[in-house]
Every structure is written in structure tokens, then in C-alpha cells.
């Protein structure tokens, strides 16, 4: 039997808040066990791991160690922009001119993550 990955975990403050704003980016449905003020709340993004939500004291300091690489459905911009609007911050802007490039983005609680071209982007 092989090993799989079952939850990419995060920590955070508000573990209610980050599913929250993490389900609206996968648009998926917040789990029902969830509650505000849980110490640990749960994403199940379809087709992959599911993303483990854990309070911690402390705030986060320097850089992620591992983050997420999101390839949308939409165009790489018109995500950025869509994410933005659900409450995330652009850091930095690897875009190239010649399409390919990712822009590195954070979420409410300044986790990393990064959003790449499209797969019809790749393909064009």
C-alpha cells in the first residue's frame, strides 16, 4: 500500500475564518463540523488533500517553508483579481512577458501561496 497525503496542514489564529476564505477559493462548502472558535477546521478541495486548519498562539514570522501552487479554471489574472476580492494580498509579481509566470499571493493570515497560468494558458 503506497503512502498518501492525507491533510496539508496550516497553523493560524482563526482556524473558522482561514477554511472559510479557503472554501470560497476552491468554492466549495465549508464543513459542517466547522464552528467559530474550533481549534482545528477542515477544507476538502476536490481531486486533492484536504487542508487541516490548526490554532496556535503565535503569529506567523518569516516565509512559508511549503505552500500551495493553485492552477485555476479561470485565466491567471482574472484569479489574482478574484482572490483578491475574497481577501488575499498580492506579494510579488513573477509574471512574464511571454505568458508563462505565476503571482505569489497571501492569505488573510499571511500564508504564501501562488497562483500559476491556466492549463488552456499552457496550452495557447
Not at 494580498?89 to 511571454?98: A, F, G, S, V, W
Amino acid at each position: 500500500m503506497k503512502t498518501a497525503v492525507n491533510h496539508v496542514s496550516f497553523d493560524c489564529h482563526d482556524t473558522y475564518e482561514q477554511a472559510k476564505f479557503w472554501c470560497a477559493v476552491f468554492e466549495v462548502s465549508m464543513d459542517p463540523e466547522d464552528q467559530p472558535g474550533d481549534p482545528e477546521s477542515i477544507v476538502r478541495v476536490e481531486g486533492g488533500p484536504t487542508l487541516l486548519f490548526i490554532q496556535v498562539p503565535e503569529a506567523k514570522t518569516i516565509k512559508n517553508r511549503v505552500h500551495l501552487d493553485l492552477q485555476p479554471g479561470l485565466r491567471r489574472d482574472e484569479e489574482v483579481e478574484r482572490v483578491k476580492g475574497l481577501g488575499a494580498t498580492q506579494l510579488d509579481d513573477q509574471r512574464r512577458p511571454d505568458g508563462r509566470g505565476w503571482v505569489v499571493m497571501a492569505d488573510p493570515e499571511g500564508n504564501e501561496f501562488c497562483i500559476e497560468r491556466s492549463a488552456a494558458e499552457r496550452e495557447g
